[in-house]
C-alpha cells in the first residue's frame, strides 16, 4: 500500500446464531453492530426482539475515510467489528471480529465479497468458542484504485464461515433415519393408466445437499429404510 488518502467501505449483511451468554436478563434482545476503524466509530441501525434463533438483516453500509496515511498507519491498521446488545445505559458485547487492513486491501480488487466470519467474545470465561456469525463484504480503496459496488448478497446460502484461530472445532455427525413416505402423488396416469413415480428424499445442512436412493413405486407410499 502507498502512503496517501484511503477509503474503507463496509457492508455489514447478516448475523445469526448469536449467543447473548449466560447473564443475559432475557431471551430476546436489541442489537447493534459497531464498526472501529483507527479511532473511528460507526455504527449500524439497531434490530429489535432478536433471539439467539433470529437471522438479523443489517443491510447497512458504513464508510471510513482514512487521510494522509503513512505505510506504517496502514500497515498497523486493525478493522474491528462488534455485535452488542443495545442497553439503556450501556451495551453489552456479544462477539466481535478482527482483521488487518492489509489483508482486505491485498485481496483480489481490494474487496472480499459475502462472508460469514465467525466472532468470539473475548470477555467471556470461554473466548475459544463461537458467539455467533456475522456476514459481510468490505472493500479498501486509494486515490489510484477502483472502487467496487458491494451489494447485498440474495441467496439463502449457507456457506462454511471464517474460523479464527482462538476457536477450537467440535466435529459433530447427523445422522437422519428416512422411513417412510405416504400420500405421495402417482404421476403419469393418463398415459400409461396405474401411474408410478421415482420418490427420493433430498436434505440440505451446511450448504451440502444430501439425497437418498430414488425409490419407484406405484402406490402412494415409498419406504425408504
Not at 430476546?28 to 438483516?57: F, G, L, R, W
Not at 482483521?99 to 486491501?105: G, I, R, S
Not at 419407484?216 to 407410499?221: I, L, Y
Request: aromatic share 8%.
Amino acid at each position: 500500500m502507498k502512503p496517501g488518502d484511503y477509503t474503507f467501505h463496509l457492508l455489514i449483511q447478516k448475523a445469526k446464531d448469536l449467543d447473548f451468554g449466560e447473564d443475559a436478563e432475557a431471551d430476546t434482545a436489541s442489537i447493534v453492530c459497531e464498526v472501529e476503524v483507527q479511532n473511528q466509530k460507526e455504527v449500524t441501525k439497531v434490530i429489535e426482539n432478536v433471539t439467539p434463533s433470529t437471522v438479523a438483516n443489517f443491510d447497512s453500509h458504513i464508510f471510513i475515510e482514512l487521510f494522509k496515511q503513512s505505510v506504517a498507519d496502514l500497515e498497523g491498521t486493525k478493522i474491528l467489528i462488534k455485535v452488542n446488545t443495545k442497553g439503556y445505559f450501556k451495551n453489552s458485547l456479544i462477539g466481535q471480529i478482527e482483521m488487518d487492513l492489509t489483508y482486505l486491501y491485498n485481496l483480489e480488487n481490494h474487496t472480499n465479497q459475502h462472508t460469514w466470519f465467525a466472532m468470539i467474545n473475548p470477555n467471556s470465561e470461554d473466548f475459544s468458542s463461537v458467539a455467533g456469525y456475522i456476514k459481510i463484504s468490505g472493500s479498501v480503496y486509494g486515490v489510484d484504485d477502483s472502487p467496487v459496488e458491494l451489494k447485498v448478497d440474495e441467496s439463502n446460502d449457507d456457506s462454511a464461515a471464517v474460523i479464527p484461530a482462538s476457536v477450537k472445532p467440535k466435529f459433530t455427525q447427523l445422522k437422519l433415519h428416512i422411513v417412510r413416505g405416504e400420500h405421495l402423488p402417482r404421476l403419469d396416469v393418463k398415459m400409461i393408466g396405474k401411474g408410478s413415480m421415482d420418490a427420493l428424499v433430498s436434505t440440505k445442512y451446511n450448504g451440502k445437499v444430501i439425497k437418498t436412493k430414488c425409490i419407484t413405486t406405484e402406490n402412494d407410499a415409498s419406504e425408504w429404510y
